[in-house]
C-alpha cells in the first residue's frame, strides 16, 4: 500500500461536477442515453441518500425510501490532467455500492458487484484532454434479491431479505431492527485519477516481527520502469524521534520484485495505552535511478513493532501483547456517519481519542459494518487501540460452494488483509460476526454450523497475507454449541437480553465476549429533543420505538430489556414510574444500564475471573434515539459510558461481595511499573453517619492486580456486606477509595449492601461552584453534606468530563466542562436521591452556586 507522501503519484480525487438520476429498475442500461436522463447536479460523489440529504431532498427523520428498489446513474465531466511524458494515468475507485458498470467516454471500463472491492483501470488510451464522461450505473439490489437462488438452511432474523447472503455489501441500513434505513447506493469511497511517474512502485508490503529486544521488517514490492532505465537503489528508512535506520534493498537485475530486510536493535514496542506507550516508527522508501539526479521519495506511514499471540488452551480466550497479557475491553466500533459509512480524519481521531480515555483499549469492526478507512486504524495505532478485525459476513448461510461468488470473496479478503496487515492495532482477523451462533440458534444441524469458507479458505487467506495477525472463525466460536460463554469467545446476553441477574456475569464464567450488554441507553434531553417529536416524545410512543433496537419478529425490545433492570436493580416499577414521573423514569432509566455494566466489568476484572475481554454493542448510536451505543449519534458520552470509564481505567479499584467471606477490594495495575498506593474503606449509614473508616498502604507490581480482604483494614470484626445478618444492616453504603503516593484520588468503587433502591430525600446538602479555566473550559466543584447518588448535570452548552458518580459525604468532586464557547448561563447539579438541586451561575468570573428546589 503506497502511503499519502507519495512523489511519484499525483493523486486528484474526483469531487466535483456530479449529477445523479434514478431510474426504475431494469429500465434504462444504455450509457448512450444519458444525454437524455433527468439528471439532479449533486455536491459531491456519495451514496445516493447522502447526496439527497446535502440538497435537503431527503432526511434520514423522513419516512423510509427504499434506496436498493430503484437503479441509481452517476455522471461526471472532467478535464484530464497533464501528464508528463512516460506517465500512465489510472482512474480507481475504492469502494462502489453495489452492483455496478462504470464506462468512460461510452467505452465500458469495469463492472463490480462487491462493494469491498477497489478498482483501477488505466485509462491513458481513453482519456480525452476535455470533457471526459464517467458514467456509473448501480442496478436495484432488490432485483437482485428477487432471483430465484437456493433457500439458506436457516434465517437470519435481523435482516429483512435472507437472499441478501449472495451480495457482497454491508447489512447497515438493511436490518431494520437496529440501522437508519439508510442503505448505501453509490460511490460510497473515493473516485480518483492519479498519474503513476517513473519509476512504477506497486504492492508495497512490510512484515514486522520482533525477536527479544530486535525489531525486524521485512519489506517487499515490485518497481518497474519504462525503456528500462536502471535501478540505481532503493533504501527502506525506518525513523523515531530523530534516530533512522537504512537498509538498502535488493532489485537484482532482470526482476521487478525488490525485497531486504532491516533490524534494528533495542526496538521501543508498541503497547496498548493500557500497558504502555503506542511507540511508532516512521516507513518511507528512497529509489534512485541511473542519470537521475532527483531521488523518489515514498512515504509508507508509521509502523509499529509487538508481538499479538492467542492462547485457547482449555477452551480459554487470551490475547498477549509482547508476551504480556491483555484483557481486552472496549466496544463495537459503528461508522460516525451512517448514510456516507465515512468520517473526516480529525473526527476520526476524536472519537478515538474518547475511546482511549474511557479506558478502553479494543475496537471491534464487527460483519455487520464495512472495512474502515485508513485514518480509523492510524487513529488507533496512535493512541494505542487494539482492533479486532471481522470480516463482512454475519449470521446468514453464504454460498461458500458458489464460484462466482468465492472469486470475489478471494479477492475482496486479500485486498483488505494486505491493507491492514501491517498495522501495529491489528490483534485479531474474523471470519465473520455470529454465523455459527445464528446457524445453532435457528436449529440447524451441527454439521451447518461451522464451514469450509470460514474454516478453511478465510483461515488460508489470512495466514499467507497476515501471518502476524491471530485469525478465528467466528464472533461466537468454542464449546459444545457456538455461543457457549464459558469456552472460547461468545455473545454475552445473559445479563441484558436474557434477563438473567447480575450475578451471572461471574456465573457464566465468560471467557471473552466479543459483543455484550445490549441496552437501549437513553440518551441526554438534547437527542430527545432532535428526534422526531422533539422533547415532547415518550418512550412509548411509536416515534420512540421506530428507533429502539429490536429483532425482527420479537415480542420485545431492548427498552423492555432495560425495563427489567430498572425493576430488579432500583426496584422501581417501570409502568408506575413512567405514568407517574416521566422525566425521573428517564433519569434512572440513564443510570441503570450504566449499574449493570460496572458491575459486570467489575467481575470480570478481578484477578480470579477467567474473563480476559468483553466489548459492548456499540460505541455509538447510528441516529438519536435509545440505541445500543455508549455515545450517542453526536459523539456525547452518555451515563453508561461514565460508569465504564470509571471501571476501565488501567489503575483502578473495584468492589466484590464475595457472600460470607465478605467485601473484597481488587486493586488494579496494568501499567509497566509498580505502583505506590493507598487503600481507604469507608463505611456509611442513613446518608452521613460514618461507621469504620480504615487505610492500607500497598505496593502493586506492574501488570497485576491484588485481591484484598476488606477486613484487612480494620483491627476488628465488622459485617460490611450483611451477609451474616445478626440484627440490622450495620452500614447502607461502602466506599472504597484509591491514591497514589502524593495523596491524588485516583479511583472509588461503592457498594450498597441493601441493593441500589433509591429514596428521594428533602435535601442532602448539595452544594456546587464553577470558575472558569479558559473560553471553552470551566471547573465545577461539587459539595455534599450527605450521600449523594447519581450527580448530574443541567449545564446548556457544556459537555461533563463525569457525570452520574455516587459523593460520599463531607466531600467533593471536581469535573471539568468542555464547551464550544463562552457565555453566561444558568446550570444545576443535582443528585437522584435528592429533591433540591444546586444552582451554578457560570460567568468569565468566579461563581458560587446555592442550594434550591429541584424536580428530580
Not at 496498548?272 to 512515504?299: F, R
Not at 416524545?537 to 430489556?561: C, I, N, Q, Y
Not at 422501581?572 to 425521573?584: F, I
Not at 470558575?771 to 466543584?781: C, D, H, P, R, Y
Request: aromatic residues 10%; charged residues 20%.
Amino acid at each position: 500500500m503506497l502511503g499519502p507522501g507519495t512523489s511519484n503519484r499525483k493523486r486528484e480525487f474526483l469531487t466535483d461536477n456530479w449529477c445523479i438520476c434514478t431510474m426504475p429498475p431494469g429500465g434504462v442500461q444504455d450509457p448512450a442515453l444519458a444525454e437524455k436522463f433527468s439528471w439532479i447536479s449533486i455536491v459531491e460523489a456519495a451514496p445516493a441518500a447522502a447526496a439527497l440529504r446535502a440538497l435537503k431532498q431527503w432526511s434520514i427523520n423522513d419516512p423510509p425510501r427504499q434506496f436498493d428498489a430503484q437503479d441509481w446513474w452517476y455522471r461526471t465531466v472532467f478535464d484530464a490532467p497533464d501528464a508528463k511524458a512516460g506517465e500512465d494515468t489510472v482512474l480507481g475507485f475504492d469502494g462502489l455500492a453495489t452492483i455496478a458498470k462504470v464506462w468512460l467516454n461510452k467505452k465500458l471500463l469495469l463492472t463490480s458487484s462487491n462493494m469491498f472491492i477497489s478498482h483501477q483501470c488505466d485509462v491513458s488510451n481513453v482519456l480525452q484532454d476535455k470533457d471526459n464522461e464517467l458514467l456509473i450505473h448501480f442496478n436495484a439490489l432488490d432485483d437482485q434479491l428477487a432471483k430465484n437462488r437456493q433457500k439458506p438452511r436457516w434465517r437470519a432474523p435481523m435482516v429483512a431479505h435472507q437472499q441478501l447472503r449472495w451480495i457482497r455489501t454491508t447489512l447497515l441500513g438493511r436490518t431494520p431492527g437496529w440501522s437508519p434505513p439508510a442503505a448505501v447506493v453509490g460511490p460510497w469511497r473515493g473516485v480518483w485519477l492519479e498519474r503513476q511517474g517513473q519509476p512504477d512502485v506497486k504492492n508495497i508490503v512490510l512484515e514486522i516481527s520482533v525477536d527479544g529486544t530486535l525489531g525486524i521488517v521485512k519489506c517487499q514490492l515490485q518497481l518497474s520502469t519504462k525503456n528500462r532505465q536502471a535501478i540505481d537503489f532503493v533504501d527502506l528508512r525506518i525513523e523515531r524521534r530523530g534516530q533512522a535506520y537504512v537498509q538498502r534493498l535488493d532489485c537484482s537485475a532482470g526482476t521487478n520484485l525488490v525485497t531486504g530486510e532491516l533490524r534494528l536493535n533495542n526496538v521501543d514496542l508498541w503497547w496498548p495505552h493500557t500497558h504502555g506507550e503506542a511507540s511508532l516508527y516512521s516507513a518511507s522508501l528512497k529509489i534512485g535511478m541511473a542519470n537521475l539526479v532527483e531521488k523518489t521519495v515514498i512515504d509508507i506511514g508509521a509502523v509499529g513493532f509487538r508481538t499479538i499471540t492467542l492462547d485457547t488452551t482449555d477452551e480459554n480466550f487470551s490475547l498477549s501483547v509482547n508476551g504480556v497479557a491483555v484483557f481486552c475491553r472496549g466496544a463495537v466500533w459503528t461508522p460516525l456517519d451512517p448514510v456516507t459509512l465515512r468520517s473526516a480524519p480529525e473526527e476520526c481521531h476524536a472519537a478515538i481519542v474518547q475511546v482511549r480515555a474511557a479506558g478502553m483499549n479494543m475496537l471491534r469492526v464487527a460483519g455487520t459494518m464495512v472495512y474502515e478507512e485508513d485514518h480509523f486504524y492510524a487513529s488507533c495505532d496512535e493512541q494505542g487501540i487494539l482492533v479486532w478485525q471481522d470480516l463482512m459476513f454475519a449470521n446468514m448461510d453464504y454460498p461458500g460452494t458458489d464460484t462466482e461468488f468465492m472469486t470475489s470473496v478471494v479477492t475482496e479478503v486479500r485486498q483488505q488483509v494486505c491493507r491492514l496487515q501491517s498495522r501495529a492495532c491489528l490483534a485479531m482477523l474474523c471470519g465473520n460476526s455470529e454465523v455459527e451462533q445464528q446457524a445453532a440458534m435457528w436449529g440447524a444441524s451441527r454439521e451447518f454450523w461451522r464451514s469450509d469458507l470460514f474454516e478453511k479458505t478465510l483461515a488460508q487467506l489470512c495466514s499467507e497475507h497476515a501471518a502476524g495477525t491471530p485469525y478465528w472463525p467466528s464472533s461466537a466460536h468454542g464449546g459444545s454449541f457456538p455461543h457457549q460463554a464459558n469456552a472460547g469467545t461468545s455473545s454475552y446476553y445473559g445479563v441484558g437480553a436474557y434477563l438473567r441477574p447480575l450475578d451471572d456475569a461471574r456465573r457464566a464464567n465468560v471467557k471473552f465476549a466479543t459483543e455484550c450488554l445490549a441496552f437501549a441507553n437513553i440518551p441526554e434531553p438534547t437527542v430527545i429533543g432532535r428526534m422526531p417529536g422533539g422533547f415532547a416524545t415518550r418512550v412509548h410512543h411509536p416515534r420512540w420505538k421506530e428507533r429502539s433496537p429490536r429483532d425482527l419478529g420479537a415480542g420485545w425490545d431492548f427498552d423492555d430489556v432495560r425495563d427489567h433492570y430498572l425493576d430488579a436493580v432500583f426496584g422501581a416499577e417501570p409502568l408506575k414510574l413512567r405514568y407517574s414521573d416521566h422525566e425521573r423514569y428517564l433519569t434512572l432509566s440513564r443510570m441503570v444500564t450504566g449499574e449493570v455494566m460496572a458491575a459486570s466489568f467489575a467481575e470480570w476484572r478481578r484477578a480470579a475471573s477467567p474473563c480476559q475481554g468483553a466489548m459492548v454493542l456499540f460505541l455509538r448510536d447510528l441516529w438519536a434515539g435509545a440505541g445500543w451505543g455508549l455515545i450517542d449519534d453526536a459523539g456525547a458520552p452518555k451515563a453508561c459510558f461514565h460508569y465504564l470509564k470509571r471501571v476501565l481505567q488501567p489503575v483502578t479499584v473495584l468492589l466484590s461481595d464475595e457472600g460470607i467471606n465478605g467485601l473484597f477490594m481488587h486493586v488494579i495495575n496494568e501499567r509497566g511499573e509498580d505502583q505506590q498506593l493507598e487503600l481507604e474503606l469507608t463505611a456509611w449509614r442513613n446518608g452521613d453517619v460514618r461507621v469504620a473508616s480504615g487505610k492500607k498502604v500497598l505496593t502493586v507490581p506492574a501488570r497485576s492486580t491484588q485481591s484484598v480482604p476488606s477486613l484487612d483494614l480494620f483491627d476488628h470484626f465488622i459485617d460490611l456486606s450483611h451477609a451474616y445478618r445478626f440484627g440490622p444492616m450495620t452500614t447502607d453504603a461502602v466506599v472504597a477509595t484509591l491514591k497514589n503516593s502524593q495523596g491524588k484520588q485516583l479511583a472509588r468503587a461503592f457498594h450498597f449492601p441493601g441493593g441500589l433502591g433509591i429514596q428521594l430525600e428533602p435535601d442532602i446538602g448539595l452544594s456546587a461552584r464553577a470558575t472558569m479555566v479558559n473560553s471553552t473550559t470551566a471547573e465545577l466543584t461539587v459539595q455534599t453534606k450527605r450521600f449523594a447518588r447519581g450527580v448530574y448535570f443541567d449545564m446548556p452548552g457544556f459537555q461533563a468530563e463525569d457525570e452520574y458518580f455516587h459523593l460520599p459525604p463531607e466531600s467533593e468532586a471536581k469535573i471539568i466542562l468542555k464547551g464550544t464557547a463562552i457565555r453566561p448561563f444558568v446550570g444545576f447539579v443535582q443528585a437522584v436521591n435528592s429533591i433540591k438541586s444546586a444552582r451554578v451561575d457560570l460567568s468569565p468570573s468566579v461563581v458560587v452556586g446555592q442550594n434550591l428546589e429541584g424536580t428530580k
